[in-house]
């Protein structure tokens, strides 16, 4: 009777997956749980869940059998277009893009499920983060600045929104934030004097909501443009606020136009999902003159600071200042450089950095560190809760820049020449923001995120277009790959048949790295699908 009744299980199982109707639905009841508890076998959205950690629990490959850590499969999209995109893992399947592609690939074969293309439109193609998914679909933003739903199964497009508008100077790069009911973008478009904005639309019919302007609209006397929401946020449920980073004002190296602060651009900004009301913001950098958008991510990290409990916010900004705040009101906990910076004052009562008017870009050049890439960038960084290390890509730097008169055209109004940087992996100890370690890789600095894991492994890469695995105590390499191509995007990790596979990507291919199966214990039997 026990095997007539498994079979029934495993046909049962099997017409679940390929009919629609009450069977979608129960997949649809574990989607939504596993944005806010993601199991060890799915990756659902763009930081891995909604804390922004890059944190993986996963401990079968360690720093003692990493080195034996060998490719398993890799996918060619065959196209010029570099994947900068952190793939999502839903019920074995991947999903990742670049601008204007979205493909859906096996994560145990690498073998291509469908392809979805929407032909070359307008807007900037520079890169594209990936997607975000709630039941059963698929959110994806376009160059010409589209929300687009897709049904997960098979790519079909079922509903596309215009965020906002292209010919006006807006596009988008950026994985969507699902909260909810809620999907949440932003846009980009900041050396062109618009105003910044988070928009929110309704998962299941697309209709507007909401949306949260971070600047005035243009015109307006003596204020300021700019301010872009260009990376995903991050999303605490218990106090159920979502977290962005915004860009720089505009115009973009002078602003004698834009006198003041200039909120809420280069800001950190708390926003009530349901509602897109503003909660809190801090600024990291106060009138910035120097293109230091503070989009990097917010990680979420609760635990003791100095010995008190705190729900904490943390960020190493593009301005090259480490920032720990109490998300609940946005308070300065902590605020100290993470590598060389000369252009503050100090730092106010308030934790930020105080712009030191000297060090503003002009006519005959200024020197400036860190140059306009930052210090860090859109490189994911990743918190380990066994260390309490925050790790990130650094890129040390000095810069000289120029400022022309800022005249009301769209523009940059200066440049900046760099003059000398590198590029290292920093641990930093969020108590103290003192650097741990240090881990050199190259000259010109690397475009890759970081990922942690439970075992003690931090996974990131070069500028030499090489995957490593350092240990997370210490910073020393455990083991080294050539992808062949620079890497530009986020690792993410998963278990599929007690097997734990990390994802990378350089260049135009996706790679899977695993152990191989003979270093693995047995499988566990497959999961009942009745239960």
């Not at 293109?291 to 979420?300: R, Y």
């Not at 729900?311 to 593009?318: E, F, G, N, T």
């Not at 008169?405 to 590029?423: E, S």
Request: net charge neutral; glycine share 12%.
């Amino acid at each position: 009777m026990k095997l007539v009744k498994d079979a029934l299980v495993l046909v049962a199982g099997v017409l679940c997956l390929s009919l629609p109707g009450p069977c979608m639905l129960r997949a649809q009841n574990l989607q939504n749980a596993q944005l806010l508890n993601p199991s060890a076998d799915t990756w659902p959205l763009y930081h891995g869940d909604y804390s922004g950690r890059r944190h993986s629990k996963l401990t079968q490959i360690t720093p003692r059998n990493v080195a034996s850590l060998s490719l398993s499969w890799a996918f060619q999209t065959g196209q010029t277009a570099e994947i900068k995109a952190s793939p999502l893992l839903v019920d074995g399947i991947l999903y990742f893009t670049v601008p204007d592609n979205i493909w859906a690939v096996d994560a145990r074969s690498g073998h291509q499920v469908w392809h979805y293309n929407r032909p070359a439109t307008k807007g900037d193609h520079i890169g594209h983060r990936g997607v975000a998914m709630l039941k059963g679909w698929l959110y994806f933003t376009t160059p010409d600045d589209h929300l687009i739903s897709l049904n997960a199964k098979d790519g079909a497009v079922r509903w596309d929104q215009v965020i906002a508008d292209v010919d006006k100077g807006y596009w988008t790069t950026m994985a969507p934030l699902v909260v909810g009911n809620h999907v949440m973008v932003g846009a980009s478009g900041d050396m062109d004097n618009l105003p910044g904005l988070i928009r929110a639309f309704d998962a299941e019919t697309g209709s507007p909501q909401w949306q949260w302007n971070s600047t005035p609209p243009t015109g307006t006397p003596n204020g300021t443009t700019g301010g872009m929401a260009w990376m995903t946020g991050t999303y605490d449920p218990q106090l159920n606020l979502t977290f962005w980073g915004t860009g720089n004002p505009t115009p973009v190296l002078n602003g004698a136009t834009r006198p003041g602060d200039n909120l809420y651009t280069c800001s950190i900004v708390a926003i009530n999902p349901d509602t897109g009301k503003l909660a809190w913001a801090f600024q990291p950098s106060p009138h910035d003159t120097h293109d230091w958008d503070a989009v990097e991510t917010p990680v979420l990290v609760d635990g003791n600071f100095h010995g008190q409990p705190r729900k904490m916010l943390m960020q190493a900004s593009r301005n090259g200042y480490f920032f720990v705040l109490d998300r609940t009101n946005g308070k300065s906990l902590l605020t100290v450089p993470f590598g060389p910076v000369n252009w503050t004052l100090g730092v106010d009562s308030q934790g930020r950095p105080i712009p030191n008017p000297a060090k503003e870009p002009a006519p005959d050049g200024r020197l400036i560190a860190p140059d306009e890439g930052g210090l860090t960038n859109f490189r994911a960084p990743s918190f380990d809760p066994k260390t309490g290390l925050f790790i990130v890509d650094a890129h040390p730097s000095y810069s000289l820049y120029f400022a022309k008169p800022a005249d009301g055209n769209y523009g940059w109004a200066g440049a900046d020449y760099g003059l000398w940087g590198k590029g290292v992996i920093e641990a930093i100890d969020y108590q103290t923001g003192k650097i741990r370690w240090s881990h050199d890789v190259g000259k010109w600095g690397s475009g890759a995120g970081i990922m942690t894991t439970d075992s003690g492994l931090t996974i990131a890469g070069d500028g030499f277009g090489n995957l490593l695995a350092l240990d997370t105590a210490n910073g020393k390499t455990l083991w080294h790959a050539g992808t062949g191509a620079p890497i530009q995007s986020s690792p993410i990790s998963y278990m599929l048949d007690g097997r734990q596979y990390i994802v990378t990507s350089s260049g135009g291919v996706l790679f899977a790295w695993a152990l191989p199966e003979g270093m693995i214990a047995a499988k566990p039997p497959a999961k009942s699908l009745s239960k």
